[in-house]
Nanobody
Framework: QVQLVESGGGLVQPGGSLRLSCAAS????????MGWYRQAPGKQRELVAT???????NYADSVKGRFTISRDNAKNTVYLQMNSLKPEDTAVYYC??????????WGQGTLVTVSE
């Protein structure tokens, strides 16, 4: 069974930075395009950043220029560097495959709170 473990979230002031990590086990990680998703309170989960198997990246307009996704296939880990954080970035962040079918179950996520 695949296990996804996200970490690195926390409370940060507006303008601050965080680096999230997602470690995957039980799968050949390098075969899959991966993505970071987030779900804010009362909202649907949204895709914010993707990394292809070759390392090509794409971003939602809301995070473009501020977030950077990267991956280390040898460590089965994907990262999300988040800079210039805004209160609207507050959400639980998850990683998973970019395309369906997603790995099940999803990880527990890591909470990012951007507030004074």
């Amino acid at each position: 069974q695949v296990q996804l473990v996200e970490s690195g979230g926390g409370l940060v002031q507006p303008g601050g930075s965080l680096r999230l990590s997602c470690a995957a086990s039980g799968t050949n990680f390098r075969l899959y395009a991966m993505g970071w998703y987030r779900q804010a309170p009362g909202k649907q989960r949204e895709l914010v950043a993707t990394s292809s198997t070759g390392g090509n990246t794409n971003y939602a307009d809301s995070v473009k220029g501020r977030f950077t996704i990267s991956r280390d296939n040898a460590k089965n880990t994907v990262y999300l560097q988040m800079n210039s954080l805004k209160p609207e970035d507050t959400a639980v962040y998850y990683c998973n495959k970019r395309f369906n079918p997603h790995f099940e179950p999803w990880g527990q996520g890591t909470l990012v709170t951007v507030s004074e």
